[in-house]
């Protein structure tokens, strides 16, 4: 899931705690995309999920609560929100690039940081 949606669910159980039928009433989203995304955020530890004590019968309803990873994960996307992205297409093209030719290595059964030390060497040596 995206990171906006993420830190939207995060917004949304750190001002009041809720189910998922809520937080999916709140988001303007379909139950079975919030099921993913609190099972993607659970397994991270961005949020708790408690059972509801109730007396009815039934499945307990679950609470979606932020734990202090989650709050730190909010923190941290409204401080990067204020900066901008000082990068041009062509530099995403070239970290692209960059990372196709690292995964090319690693695949090969080569380290990607020896062979960059083991290339700055030869150029030195010209």
């Not at 937080?23 to 079975?32: A, D, G, V």
Request: charged share 35%; hydrophobic share 35%; aromatic share 4%.
């Amino acid at each position: 899931m995206s990171v906006e949606a993420k830190a939207q669910t995060l917004a949304t159980v750190k001002r009041d705690p809720v189910g998922v039928r809520e937080l999916s009433r709140i988001m303007k989203t379909r139950t079975q995309t919030i099921v993913s995304l609190i099972k993607e955020m659970n397994a991270e530890a961005l949020i708790e999920l408690k059972p509801e004590k109730t007396h009815m019968k039934g499945r307990p309803k679950l609470i979606i609560t932020a734990t202090p990873l989650g709050d730190d994960y909010l923190d941290t996307y409204h401080r990067l929100q204020g900066k901008p992205l000082r990068s041009s297409r062509n530099d995403l093209l070239k970290a692209k690039r960059d990372a196709e030719y690292a995964d090319r290595l690693v695949s090969r059964g080569k380290d990607p940081y020896t062979a960059f030390t083991e290339l700055n060497t030869v150029v030195r040596d010209i």
